[in-house]
């Protein structure tokens, strides 16, 4: 079945850097956009930024620019989100995402179909 | 970058109830709008995409509209697993900003 695994929780220290793998399984990998998503505890859902498995282009949230880079291994179905620097207010769940794209008669439409179980990050002193 | 907002941010609603959720784009996004549900620990559900299309599986009695700048998200009969938090997105440019939740909680 489709499906993307996530590393496990990670503990880090402010100005440390944490990165988190997302193994994809079940479909072709290169095929659909992958992208990562944050929430903080008891907040709304924050988008990252996105990886082209394909290409491995990329394009991050303003927000995120300079802290933020997306790869993948096309070799082993696994995108990467690695986030330097970190804060406290990094503390979150990490979500990798599978973007599906749905064709109609004016073009494609988008959704993050498949989720990956989320990956918490603490970050403190 | 496009701004989402969804009203209400809280609703307190009974099994069997209809509901509305409305969000609304800060400038026009056409049909590029996505709802998701989430529950306490787990990843969020795709419900609908391009604004009204059911993504499969999804129960009948989920329905989307709008267009543009305004979208709404109906439950028609909420069921007891329906209690969640929702949140909108837009996918009309890459940058797919979401929306800031509506929880439904039961009254």
């Known amino acids: 079945q489709v499906q993307l695994v996530q590393s496990g929780a990670e503990v880090k220290k402010p100005g440390a850097s944490v990165k988190v793998s997302c193994k994809a399984s079940?479909?072709?990998?290169?095929?659909?956009?992958m992208h990562w998503v944050r929430q903080a505890p008891g907040q709304g859902l924050e988008w990252m930024g996105r990886?082209?498995?394909?290409?491995?282009?990329?394009n991050y949230a303003q927000k995120f620019q300079g802290r933020v880079t997306m790869t993948r291994d096309t070799s082993i179905s696994t995108a990467y989100m690695e986030l330097s620097r970190l804060r406290s207010d990094d503390t979150a769940v990490y979500y990798c995402a599978r973007v599906a794209a749905y064709s109609s008669s004016v073009g494609y439409y988008y959704g993050m179909d498949v989720w990956g179980q989320g990956t918490t990050v603490t970050v403190s002193s | 970058d496009i701004q989402l907002t969804q009203s209400p941010s809280f609703l307190s609603a009974s099994v069997g109830d209809r509901v509305t959720i409305t969000c609304r784009a800060s400038?026009?996004?056409?049909?590029?709008l996505a709802w998701y549900q989430q529950k306490p620990g787990k990843a969020p559900k795709l419900l609908i995409y391009a604004a009204s299309t059911l993504q499969s599986g999804v129960p009948s009695r989920f329905s989307g509209s709008g267009s543009g700048t305004e979208f709404t998200l109906t439950i028609s009969s909420l069921q007891p697993e329906d209690f969640a938090t929702y949140y909108c997105?837009?996918?009309?440019?890459?940058?797919?900003?979401f929306g800031p939740g509506t929880k439904v909680d039961i009254k």
């Open positions: 400038q026009g996004i056409s049909s590029y």
């Open positions: 997105q837009q996918l009309n440019s890459y940058l797919f900003t």
């Open positions: 079940g479909y072709t990998f290169t095929g659909y956009y």
């Open positions: 990886i082209n498995p394909n290409s491995g282009g990329t």
